[in-house]
């Protein structure tokens, strides 16, 4: 396995500009700042992996005119990462015709128009940073939901010619079906060229990674606290009375279970010889914290003990890395997501 060096603890800058809802550029202005990269170098951290939602610099009643308002965000957090010696992944979060989490407005794969605005979207930051090194990485698409990965391998293929074209040197991932599951791995096209890298999210078990999560239908239903490790016989209802099958004669879901659960990546990139990438991992705020502490340090011994990098979701939000008015933060998360 090859090592992705310089990317492997990180954070997630969700929420900032990408899934930002109703928020306006008061909000873009000042959710992150240059402090915020900095503590989190003073952590240990080595990396950033940015979410970008295209709308920020491209508007869809003028598809291929760029504004560099929008693009500046970007622009200023490569400049201070570099400043602070931290590593980059940009990642295209919300693309023209596609979002993740609405399949019913996915039209990437069924719409040239759509594929074209994708594809001229990576050209234009190929053109823009082909000046950067490996301080920077592209992300090509946030968690991939269609019917088959056909499609998309045949897109995204597409979009490494295209940005190769333009800046040759520069690292690219790409991710597979069913919001990067590592399941998926095996159904993409394996390229031969080594600046492509290969990328999975991991929120197992999802019970207690996002319990009594709102947007979650049966998370939500099961308001039951749910510590880690835990015996999933204790939650038995919550799986419908019958345990999924990789649950089956475990007494405790533990960092034995995690290691179990994750080997599908594990032999893809053994198998290949590929470089691997966890783009997100963690627990909602809702876990008490000393279990998240516990998930979090046995993420973190699995990856590293695989040679593979990984960034917590998320750096703000979602987590209780920082308190909800970023002025502290939880010094055992902080310790666990920095390890490398």
């Known amino acids: 396995m090859k090592i992705l060096y310089g990317y492997m603890a990180g954070a997630n800058l969700g929420h900032w500009i990408s899934q930002y809802g109703n928020r306006d550029e008061n909000h873009w202005d000042n959710y992150i700042q240059e402090t915020d990269i900095a503590r989190m ?7 950033i992996r940015l979410p970008v939602d295209y709308f920020i610099f491209e508007k869809d009643e003028s598809p291929g005119v760029y504004l560099d308002k929008g693009l500046a965000y970007i622009d200023k957090t490569i400049l201070w990462c570099k400043k602070y010696s931290m590593n980059m992944v940009l990642d295209l979060h919300h693309a023209p015709g596609y979002f993740f989490g609405d399949g019913n407005k996915n039209l990437l794969f069924t719409d040239l128009a759509s594929q074209k605005r994708f594809l001229d979207i990576w050209k234009m930051f190929a053109e823009r940073y082909k000046n950067e090194g490996d301080n920077l ?14 499609s998309w391998n045949e897109l995204w293929q597409k979009a490494v010619e295209c940005i190769l074209k333009i800046s040759p ?17 095996k159904n993409l096209t394996v390229s031969e060229n080594d600046r492509v890298l290969y990328t999975f999210h991991f929120y197992e078990p999802f019970l207690f990674t996002h319990q009594r999560a709102p947007w979650v239908e049966n998370n939500r239903r099961w308001q039951k ?13 919550y799986y419908g009375g019958r345990l999924p099958d990789s649950y089956k ?3 405790l879901i533990d960092k034995n279970f995690i290691e179990s659960y994750m080997s599908p990546a594990f032999e893809f ?3 290949y010889g590929k470089t691997l990438y966890c783009g997100e991992y963690g627990v909602i705020s809702n876990a008490d914290d000393e279990s998240a502490v516990r998930w979090l340090s046995d993420m973190a011994d699995v990856l590293l003990n695989h040679g593979i990098g990984r960034a917590v979701w998320s750096y703000r939000g979602f987590s209780s890395i920082t308190s909800n008015d970023n002025q502290s933060f939880n010094p055992k998360m902080v310790e666990a997501i920095s390890r490398k």
Do not use: A
């Open 41 to 47: 170098k003073s952590w240990g951290l080595d990396h």
């Open 137 to 150: 990485i592209f992300e090509l698409l946030n968690e991939l939901v269609w019917s088959d990965s056909s």
């Open 169 to 185: 040197q520069r690292r690219i991932i790409v991710g597979g079906n069913n919001y990067n599951s590592i399941n998926e791995l």
């Open 225 to 237: 606290s749910v510590t880690y490790p835990y015996n999933p016989e204790d939650h038995l209802e």
């Open 249 to 251: 004669g475990r007494k």
């Open 269 to 271: 990139s053994e198998k």
